[in-house]
């Protein structure tokens, strides 16, 4: 039995083989333990390419469990790479990923780009990060065309691995064109967020993103009491939780989530919050249709 129930959640970030980085389980493995534990829907996340046909494939095995695929921008993708975002939606991604591990906020932490410090790469060939401002500090114009085709298309853009000056760009210009922004994992470095930022980031009109990898167990960027008192101070009906599991350090998906949230539970966070930041609200977020 799990520690949380976490049936009729919707984990909407978790990772799968194939990868580099050598995962728990591929796309279907991870998926039938996603049906078993009762899942609504989950996204499949990919640092290197678009999910979008890997999770065609999973509805087709698994249709009782409503499965999504993403696309993070890059530089394997292009980058900002505006054709490549509206090939990735009209093929019915879910969500928009700014860049990650090519940020250029993550590499001045972690290493070269598409490497985590804590992980051997395998990489050989020099790859550029990826910044979203131009030498004057506002939007490049290919971030105001991807903003533009999330909004057509009813499409969340994650900020992922953006530094804290990039996020309030995108978020402003969000708010201007009408884009759903999710700020992703706050508490990961990058963009390690206070909570006056995550309220500010609100009013802009963004939603929120916790991830139970970014705390258990492995790399432990962020604090279990952290989160609890981000929740308090900001307002659980503008998060929403993932598991961001998938990788090796940390069980199956639906495990990771339910211990985290098993956790969350015994600090405190009462269980119809932990419920509507992980079944109920991601509907809402990602359009979900029954």
């Not at 780009?113 to 004057?136: C, H, M, Q, W």
Request: with cysteine; net charge negative; proline share 6%.
């Amino acid at each position: 039995m799990s520690m949380y129930d976490v049936s009729g959640a919707c984990d909407m970030h978790v990772h799968c083989e194939p990868d580099l980085t050598g995962f728990v389980g591929d796309d279907m493995e991870v998926a039938q333990a996603c049906v078993n534990a009762g899942y609504k829907a989950f996204l499949i996340k990919a640092h290197h390419e678009s999910t979008a046909s890997r999770a065609y494939h999973v509805r087709k095995r698994f249709p009782e469990m409503k499965t999504y695929g993403s696309i993070v921008l890059n530089t394997p993708v292009g980058g900002i790479n505006p054709s490549a975002v509206e090939i990735a939606l009209q093929l019915g991604i879910k969500e928009i990923f700014m860049p990650s591990t090519y940020a250029r906020a993550h590499t001045a932490i972690h290493g070269k780009p598409g490497a985590f410090g804590y992980r051997t790469s395998t990489l050989k060939v020099d790859a550029d990060t990826v910044y979203i401002l131009n030498e004057n500090g506002g939007l490049k114009p290919e971030v105001l065309t991807v903003l533009e085709l999330a909004r057509d298309y009813n499409v969340p853009i994650g900020t992922c691995h953006l530094s804290e000056e990039e996020i309030f760009q995108l978020a402003q210009k969000g708010k201007e064109l009408r884009a759903k922004i999710l700020i992703t994992h706050p508490h990961f470095h990058p963009p390690k967020l206070s909570d006056d930022a995550l309220r500010a980031l609100i009013e802009l009109g963004a939603k929120i993103e916790l991830c139970a990898a970014t705390v258990c167990p492995f790399p432990g960027y962020g604090k279990l009491d952290q989160v609890v008192e981000t929740i308090r101070a900001v307002g659980y009906h503008n998060f929403f939780i993932t598991s961001d599991a998938g990788t090796p350090t940390k069980p199956m998906p639906p495990e990771t989530l339910s211990c985290y949230l098993s956790m969350l539970l015994v600090k405190g966070v009462e269980k119809q919050k932990l419920d509507y930041m992980c079944k109920e609200h991601p509907i809402q977020i990602f359009s979900i249709e029954d």
